[in-house]
Each structure stands twice: as structure tokens, then as C-alpha cells.
């Protein structure tokens, strides 16, 4: 207690200090926090745009794109994929396909996408886009609409902000592919980790019969330069916080002068070297801990005023505040050279000053 209550006499001899390994630890908590939370927003965003999907458009409408599709998935493991055809009209297109929901984050207003449970049963499920939906007078899933002369059960209505580089589905109507009946286009997304498909499409198809678009590169370069952005704020940051260290270590050095005295009557009433020692400890364990509860609560402030913006998630991971069980031994292990300056300072040396 004796010890603390020095400490709080000398509060504004501390305040620098505390107030730079303050602002350098809360530069970093909020550089990581922010940065991680940033990145997670722009590749859930990536993935919204289906970066990771592939696109395989046949050209030649000759191909038997089920026994096409079928080699492609076994040859390259592609477990998730979609057959799509298109059957355009003049105010929306009809689109034939398989639950395209395994590939793409769709968004549904209302309901949801049929499944092969709901066309093995031969239920005529229907996904409306949603300005078809409006056009249609808002049915709702479950209700029945006519489409070429055919009647559908309406599944889901998916919402207006499910546009991605492949499609826009506000005016499409999506039907089971065993509707299909003719068609215009054809193409096949799937998601696959293998780099090279040419070849083998090459020798199946012929050069000129298909067309292929693979995003997924794009996305791990952009995925990745937002990770080397993050070691560099993180890198910077943590040069922010060594220099603030050593700011405190010369603080504490320059200070012994003028502590002199104090030290040499504490060991004329009886003190002890590592009396002196452990005050020195004490202090730096203060000054680190008062400056880490401030950054962790001025981050928490942060991280509440950006989602109550709107800004984007902070979300809620707390693996970065293990930070302050490193940067607190650190603080006082750079502290000990001038804690055991300190403790040799004698008494006579006392009288000088």
C-alpha cells in the first residue's frame, strides 16, 4: 500500500508515460481489431460476388452437358456444382438449374430455394427474382403461378441486392432443370481448387466450343495484398509501441538523479537493495497496466461506434487483447536495468546529490 500510494504521489511524473503506451497500445489493438474485421467484410463481400465460383459456357449446343458435367466432376473433385440453362423471354428469362444456393450466397426475401428433395417429389418449385416477383403482384412461397402455360408453386422470392458477376437475378424465374424444355444458353458453375482444367476441356469440347472463367485467382490476390496490408499497420504499430517502451525505460533512467535522495533515506531507515528494486518493478507494472486497461477500454468504444455506424462488423473476437500478457513482462523486463540502478545507489552516494 506504501508503495502505491508513492506512486500515486507521483502520478504526474508517470503521465507521459502511461499517456504514450496508451495511445501506442490502442493504436494496435485498433489496427488489428479494425483490420481483421475490414478484411472479413471485404472477403465476405468477394465471396457475395461469387469470386470463388467458375464458370464453364458451352458454345456448341450439341454437348451432352449432363455426361460432361458428370466427368468434370469426377475427374477434378468438384463435389459443388450447378448445370445452368437459360430460355430467354421478352420481359424476364427462365432459368433451368439445380440449387444454386450450394454455389452462391443468394439472399432470399421470402422462402427459400428448391431443393432435389422438392423435384424428386415433382413438386414445380419456382425462385422469382424480385422485380419479376413484383411484376407477378408479390406471391407469396407456396402460392401458384403460370409460366408458359405451366403452373409452379413459388419456393422463394430472392431480395434485390443479389447481384454478382455472373448474373443479375432481379428478372430472372428459376425452375428445376427437369422443366427444361429448350433453351438458348448453357453453362455449369462449380467451385474447384485445381488450377489447370484447359487440357482436359481442350480434348473433350475443342478449343472454340467453350468458354471458361475462373475468378477464384483474383480473390486470393486481393485476399492476399489485404494481409500484407495488415502485417504492415501491425508492423508499424508495434515500432510505435517499442519506442513508447523505451521512452519509459529513459524516463525512469533520467529520473534517478532526482531520486536520489529519496532512495538514500529509504536505506537509512532501513531499506533493502531489493526494497528499491521491486518499487522500480511496481511502478513500470502500474504504468503498463493503467495504460493497457485504457486501450482495451478506448478499442471496446471504437469497436461499438463503428457497428453502430454501420461502418461494417467489428465482430467478436478477443484473441487480440492476449497481446497485454506479452506487452506488460515485456515493460518490466526492459524497466529492470533501471530498477537495479537504482538498488545500487548507497548512501553515501545519496549525500552527494
Not at 216 to 225: H, N
Request: aromatic residues 10%; proline residues 3%; negative net charge.
Amino acid at each position: 500500500m506504501l508503495l502505491l500510494s508513492e506512486f500515486w504521489q507521483r502520478r504526474r511524473q508517470f503521465s507521459l508515460s502511461i499517456l504514450s503506451n496508451y495511445l501506442a497500445l490502442f493504436l494496435l489493438l485498433a489496427v488489428s481489431t479494425l483490420s481483421r474485421a475490414l478484411m472479413q467484410t471485404l472477403e465476405g463481400r468477394l465471396e457475395q460476388m461469387s469470386l470463388q465460383v467458375s464458370c464453364l459456357q458451352y458454345l456448341d449446343q450439341q454437348v451432352d452437358e449432363r455426361t460432361l458435367s458428370a466427368g468434370l466432376a469426377e475427374r477434378y473433385h468438384i463435389s459443388r456444382y450447378s448445370e445452368f440453362r437459360i430460355c430467354h423471354r421478352d420481359e424476364y428469362d427462365l432459368v433451368y438449374c439445380r440449387d444454386l444456393s450450394v454455389l452462391f450466397p443468394l439472399d432470399f426475401q421470402l422462402g427459400g430455394f428448391f431443393t432435389d428433395h422438392q423435384v424428386a417429389n415433382n413438386e414445380n418449385a419456382a425462385v422469382l427474382g424480385h422485380e419479376i416477383w413484383q411484376d407477378l403482384g408479390c406471391p407469396l412461397p407456396g402460392e401458384e403461378i403460370n409460366i408458359d402455360g405451366a403452373w409452379f408453386s413459388v419456393s422463394g422470392v430472392l431480395t434485390n441486392d443479389t447481384e454478382n458477376i455472373y448474373f443479375s437475378a432481379d428478372e430472372l424465374i428459376f425452375l428445376p432443370l427437369d422443366y427444361c424444355r429448350d433453351y438458348q444458353e448453357s453453362r455449369l458453375f462449380f467451385i474447384s481448387d485445381v488450377p489447370y482444367l484447359s487440357d482436359w476441356l481442350d480434348e473433350v469440347l475443342g478449343e472454340d466450343n467453350y468458354l471458361l472463367i475462373r475468378q477464384k485467382m483474383l480473390k486470393t490476390s486481393f485476399s492476399r495484398l489485404l494481409r500484407q496490408g495488415q502485417a504492415i499497420l501491425m508492423t508499424l504499430s508495434l515500432f510505435a509501441l517499442i519506442i513508447s517502451l523505451l521512452g519509459m525505460v529513459n524516463h525512469m533512467l533520467s529520473s534517478l538523479p532526482t531520486r536520489c535522495r529519496e532512495i538514500g533515506i529509504k536505506k537509512a531507515i532501513g531499506a533493502r537493495d531489493s526494497d528499491i528494486f521491486f518499487q522500480f518493478i511496481l511502478e513500470a507494472q502500474l504504468v503498463m497496466l493503467i495504460s493497457s486497461l485504457g486501450a482495451a477500454a478506448s478499442n471496446e468504444v471504437l469497436m461499438k461506434t463503428v457497428s453502430l455506424l454501420g461502418l461494417f462488423e467489428p465482430g467478436t473476437d478477443r484473441s487480440v487483447y492476449r497481446i497485454f500478457l506479452m506487452v506488460i513482462p515485456a515493460g518490466c523486463a526492459l524497466c529492470f536495468y533501471p530498477a537495479v540502478k537504482a538498488a545500487k545507489i548507497s548512501i553515501s552516494q545519496a549525500i552527494r546529490h
